[in-house]
T-cell receptor, first 116, second 114 residues
Framework: GNSVTQMEGPVTLSEEAFLTINCTYT??????LFWYVQYPGEGLQLLLK?????DKGSNKGFEATYRKETTSFHLEKGSVQVSDSAVYFC???????????????FGQGTILTVHP | NAGVMQNPRHLVRRRGQEARLRCSPM?????VYWYRQLPEEGLKFMVY????????ESGMPKERFSAEFPKEGPSILRIQQVVRGDSAAYFC????????????FGPGTRLLVL
């Protein structure tokens, strides 16, 4: 079956530090890959996505590249801000065999805290 | 364009009561997904519905849980005879089409069973 593995957290950084959150996946077929962000007490917001190999998703300074050869979709940001403190979820959607209907498989989430 | 609406945002029930969670998808979206987030865990898929049809309920517990998405009105996730282990955040997401489409999430309903 499908699965997503994220680096274990929590991650604590100082403002303007470089961020990497690792994400690897197992899936049949050709999944779409997503990063969602969850702020305290809120629902999930799409941060970025990539739908095919070598695509790069980017938004608000965050980037992730769909690497089929390493089955990875690592999230990076060059300079984090205090306002980036949140929980980050890597997810995939695969319709291999026509039975998944787009349902998302999530990683366990990584808590990011950025200090001034 | 209003986002996905969920209500109530917080729900407290005693063991054995029923919990009813509502989800109104974004305008123009006819595909609804329900996910559950247990404490300290990621989200797990529960059920996928289109209008008046349950398409995939492979993530739903076999007993006490049911879902519907009627022709008119919101999607409902119903939990009968709640137990403490049902305490979680329940999120609804909608999309205009299934498969490779972005799902837009509601703010969630946080259920606490006493």
């Amino acid at each position: 079956g499908n699965s997503v593995t994220q680096m274990e957290g929590p991650v604590t950084l100082s403002e303007e530090a470089f961020l990497t959150i690792n994400c690897t996946y197992t899936a049949t077929g050709y999944p779409s890959l997503f990063w969602y962000v969850q702020y305290p007490g809120e629902g999930l917001q799409l941060l970025l996505k990539a739908t095919k190999a070598d695509d790069k998703g980017s938004n608000k300074g965050f980037e992730a590249t769909y690497r089929k050869e390493t089955t990875s979709f690592h999230l990076e940001k060059g300079s984090v801000q205090v306002s980036d403190s949140a929980v980050y979820f890597c997810a995939l959607s695969s319709n291999a065999g026509g039975t998944s209907y787009g349902k998302l498989t999530f990683g366990q989430g990584t808590i990011l805290t950025v200090h001034p | 364009n209003a986002g996905v609406m969920q209500n109530p945002r917080h729900l407290v029930r005693r063991r054995g009561q029923e919990a009813r969670l509502r989800c109104s998808p974004m305008k123009g979206h006819s595909h609804v997904y329900w996910y559950r987030q247990l404490p300290e865990e990621g989200l797990k898929f529960m059920v996928y519905l289109q209008k008046e049809n349950i398409i995939d309920e492979s993530g739903m517990p076999k007993e006490r849980f049911s879902a519907e998405f009627p022709k008119e009105g919101p999607s409902i996730l119903r939990i009968q005879q709640v137990v403490r282990g049902d305490s979680a955040a329940y999120f609804c997401a909608s999309s205009p089409r299934p498969v490779q489409e972005t799902q837009y999430f509601g703010p969630g309903t946080r259920l606490l069973v006493l």
